[in-house]
């Protein structure tokens, strides 16, 4: 098991005549925490939402990398692509999705 590119050593026990491994428990934790923690938490999601509306809106009004119109037809284009994928339930369930939009969402880590 690798864990930010290191091996880790695998830590497996028998316990009631099952081999368990606590290094994927271990792993398992650690994303359900981190779930609970950044993905359930509204405030972090509403903080980072606003934040890159902000950024897009002030970019689009001094016209430093785009104009306003790029940013109306960007946000109509996202919004329509995340209303068509149910606010990205559907991506969450397919991740071999053909989606432009969620694919690029991807590539720069905005939807994982």
């Known amino acids: 098991m690798n864990l930010y590119n290191i091996r880790s050593q695998r830590y497996e ?8 491994n606590l290094g994927k428990a271990a792993a398992l934790f650690r994303n359900m925490t981190v779930a609970i923690n950044l993905g359930l938490n509204i405030a972090v999601a509403g903080t980072g939402f606003f934040t890159a509306v902000y950024s897009h809106l002030i970019n689009g009004l001094t016209g430093s990398r785009y104009g306003f119109k790029e940013v109306n ?10 209303l068509e994928n149910g606010m990205g339930a559907r991506y ?8 432009k939009v969620m694919l690029i969402m991807e590539l720069y880590n905005v939807a994982d």
């Open 92 to 99: 969450i369930g397919d991740k071999l999705t053909k989606d």
């Open 13 to 20: 026990y028998n316990i009631f005549g099952k081999d368990i």
């Open 73 to 82: 037809q960007a946000g109509v284009e996202v919004m329509w692509h995340m």
